[in-house]
């Protein structure tokens, strides 16, 4: 049975980098058909896809997030990682990764995460 | 940018039909999927590929995808089924997702 779990501080002050971990279980992130995904949700507010990354390091995010985002992955430790850069308060959100089944179209996240709150505040 | 909008809210009885709505530029040439997300919980896949159903999904949960518009409908509503469901569908290489709808099952 497939698992993602989210890791990473709680807090984090504005301005500084959001760094969040998802450890995956049950599967292996170097599956060519599927990606690697980071949604979040703002308190009170809809679901906002970060971005995606594949087996290879092809990444793809979202452009509304005009500002530095890396996804990267290691897949010797089934790990993906998030670095969200200059953060402020509206970068308060439940994040979650995600398992993302095909892309363009006809993608679909299948699995999730539990997610975890990140507070930006200093 | 594309936009995905949904009723902010829909209340139901128990065992009538709620019918949820996404509305997009010519979104029946894209592709709808649906998600269930329950107060406290991850949100859960329900409808794919505009009418595709993951396995564990009960039956009562269809979806629909014509025009500008797609449906998520849940026939014989239960009281479980009381959650916010968001639409998301692909622009540009970019994910979009609906505002969201909470479902009120009085």
């Known amino acids: 049975q497939l698992q993602l779990q989210e890791s990473g501080p709680g807090l984090v002050k504005p301005s500084e980098t959001l760094s969040l971990t998802c450890t995956v279980s049950?599967?292996?992130?170097?599956?060519?058909?599927?990606?690697w995904a980071w949604i979040r949700q703002p308190p009170g507010k809809g679901l906002e896809w970060i971005g995606s990354i594949v087996y290879g390091g092809t990444t793809y995010y979202n452009p509304s997030l005009k500002r530095q985002n890396t996804i990267s992955a290691d897949t010797s430790k089934s790990q993906f990682s998030l670095k969200l850069s200059s953060v402020t308060a509206a970068d308060t959100a439940v994040y979650y990764c995600?398992?993302?089944?095909?892309?363009?179209?006809?993608?679909?996240?299948?699995?999730w995460g539990q997610g975890t709150l990140v507070t930006v505040s200093s | 940018s594309y936009e995905l909008t949904q009723p902010p809210s829909l209340s139901v009885s128990p065992g009538q039909t709620a019918s949820i709505t996404c509305s997009g530029d010519?979104?029946?040439?894209?592709?709808a999927c649906w998600y269930q997300r329950k107060a406290g919980q991850s949100p859960v896949l329900v409808i794919y590929?505009?009418?595709k159903r993951p396995s564990g999904i009960p039956e009562r949960f269809s979806g629909s995808n014509s025009g500008n518009t797609a449906t998520l409908t849940i026939s014989g509503t239960q009281a479980m089924d009381e959650a916010d469901y968001y639409c998301?569908?692909?622009?540009?290489?970019?994910?979009?997702f609906g505002g969201g709808t909470k479902l009120t099952v009085l």
């Open positions: 998301q569908a692909w622009d540009s290489s970019t994910v979009v």
């Open positions: 590929q505009d009418d």
């Open positions: 995600a398992r993302q089944d095909g892309m363009g179209s006809a993608g679909y996240f299948d699995y």
């Open positions: 010519k979104l029946g040439d894209k592709y």
């Open positions: 049950g599967a292996s992130l170097s599956y060519s058909t599927f990606y």
